[in-house]
């Protein structure tokens, strides 16, 4: 009797074993296959994610290049002694120029006679993280404006910083502003204020220490995605998270955007008005300091993917996510967004609805383009400074 039992409990471990062995061998074959045949292959965060969704095939495959490119510059953030300011360290890629002034681009050269600067502060939607240059915000906007004034040497900089807010492009076009010769700064910020006022309680949140190198700490880093343990970035784990929050989406029948966003609650609702202040007295105290050396400042609010109409699949996840992740962020940007108006002093436009009246996914992440919107962007950027550029030509 003992020994059959004895008997029964080695093949019941062989049957755990052998059960183990097979699902450890599913699991093998399956990263294997989604790895090498699919587009979690590349999948290392959910940028990477999101953009094979909404990416075409040749998009996709310029983003993933260009994520790796970025990546291999190492640490590519410096700070600027005394200040709140951090740039590109000088590096180059196939798919990136950072040039001596730390932003992407060639070597800015003296300015020609008949040459108008422009230069554009904002984020990583300015910088264009996934795309290619003739992509990105500022190329767009600086091939409408070259159509528009043909007897005119039009140059649009691209200064778009991954974590810049209006707290770092305001002293940044103080600092760079007459040494690149500019006759307009525009700033593109919003999203990145918006967050650190919601998550961190401060839109004034200061990254770094001054004098501090910045690093992988400031921005997502391939390389540091592949140092973490293998459950953390497999691609076998990552269809699982996914798919659960696709369901989720899918059965929760109730949930119809704004109309169930998370109510602010007193606390925040003083926070966000603090963001509005703050955002405003920057605005405007950044405007007349760069009016007095005679260059223009001009403001725009991006669009906001809690403000499209209507939604596409993947868009409707990633607004639903927010709920789930930090319940009273939609109703945060929202709040935000009403709480801002356009003015004249200082120049300030808003594309809140921009994208609008398009079902596809227009945000791939919820924040970043797809290179579509951007030349949406961009153009919608060009026409609205082209009046003020004929004001000024006509003195």
Known sequence: MKKSKRIDKIRSLKALFCALFLIS????????????FTSFGNTLNNVEYYASIAFTEEERKTAIKAREDFASIGERLVGVPGTVVFHYKKARTDSFNFNSFGFRGEEPQKKEENEYRIAVFGDSRILGILFVEENTIPFVMQKRLQEEFPDKKITVFNIGIEGYDLQRAAPLAELSAEKLELDMAVFYTAIVDINNSFLRGNIDYEPFK????????????????????????SAVIK????TFYNDSVQKSGSFEKDADFVPL????????????????????????????????SVFFIPPFLQLKEPLSAAEY????????????????VVYFEKGISESKDPVMFKQSYLFSGYSET???????????????????MAERVIPLMKEYFKK
């Open 362 to 380: 227009m945000f791939y992440d919820g924040i970043h383009y797809i290179p579509k919107s951007a030349k949406l962007v961009g153009n919608n």
């Open 25 to 36: 061998l599913l699991f093998g074959v399956s990263e294997f296959i989604l790895r090498k």
């Open 239 to 242: 269809v699982i998270s996914e």
């Open 317 to 332: 996840k990633v607004l639903y996510r927010n709920e789930m992740a930090a319940q009273g962020l939609n109703s945060f």
């Open 210 to 233: 001054p004098n501090e190198s910045v690093g992988e700490v400031m921005i997502e880093n391939i390389e540091g995605n592949k140092k973490r343990p293998f459950l953390q970035r």
């Open 265 to 296: 609650i007193p606390e925040f609702v003083a926070r966000a008005d603090e963001l509005l202040a703050k955002f405003k007295a920057r605005a405007k105290k950044v405007s007349d300091n760069l009016g007095v050396k005679g260059i223009k």
